[in-house]
């Protein structure tokens, strides 16, 4: 247990779907992330949040919209995907989100994932 | 940008020590070097971390050399339980947390 949370775990969605993929963190941190995972290929970073403000948005499409209403939820709203949006949604958080030379030394808690599959 | 380099895959058995060597030759002087362990359908967990010389807790041992242009993670006496994607990451000038491919470790009976 991270102390990381995300729901669902498994979902299932068309492409003209909405929904939504929620992440809670019971960590006191200040920073959230999200990260896709394809099969087989690198974590990708999407979004990062500090202190409910987004500071990274990594070219990420619209069809993918962010939501951090507070510093221990993070959502990602999901609308007309692609199936090649199909993946391993991670959510992520640590202690603060550092920029400055330290910034890649933040250790990140993650939760064990989405996976998404768009038919 | 820091990169990092580590070997695509590696095989091992059961109750042997496993070294995993990361190259990371554009480490600047305030990064630390850490390591994330990830099993199939699950998230990343944090293995470790070092700044130099060595670190040791209760899964694995660091390694860092005085250059601190390489790391070496190391894992005693592994178990099939072990199999997974190990992470080496620094960090890069665009301070983001970016992850590489990482080295597949398979653990054979």
């Known amino acids: 247990e991270t102390g990381v949370t995300q729901t669902p775990r498994h979902l299932v969605m068309g492409m003209t779907n909405k929904k939504s993929l929620k992440c809670e963190q019971h960590l006191g941190h200040n920073a959230m992330y999200w990260y896709k995972q394809s099969a087989k290929k690198p974590l990708e970073l999407m979004f990062v949040y500090s202190l409910e403000e987004r500071v990274e948005n990594n070219s990420v499409p619209s069809r993918f919209s962010p939501e951090c209403p507070n510093s221990s939820h993070l959502f990602l709203h999901l609308h007309t995907l692609q199936p090649e949006d199909s993946a391993l949604y991670l959510c992520?958080?640590?202690?603060?989100?550092?920029?400055?030379?330290?910034?890649?030394?933040?250790?990140?808690?993650f939760g064990s994932g989405t996976q998404l599959s768009v038919l | 940008l820091a990169k990092t380099t580590q070997p695509i895959s590696m095989d091992s058995y059961e109750g042997q020590e496993v070294n995993i060597t990361c190259s990371h030759n554009?480490?600047?002087?305030?990064?630390?070097i850490t390591w994330y362990q990830q099993f199939p359908s699950q998230g990343p967990r944090f293995i470790i971390q070092g700044y130099k010389t060595k670190v040791t807790n209760e899964v694995a041992s660091l390694f860092i050399p005085a250059d601190r242009k390489s790391s070496t993670l190391s894992l005693p006496r592994v178990s099939l339980s072990d199999t997974a994607v190990y992470y080496c990451l620094v960090g890069d000038r665009d301070d983001k947390i970016i992850f590489g491919k990482g080295t597949r470790l398979h653990i054979l009976p």
């Open positions: 554009n480490i600047a002087t305030n990064d630390y």
């Open positions: 992520a958080s640590s202690q603060d989100y550092i920029l400055g030379p330290n910034g890649g030394n933040e250790k990140l808690f």
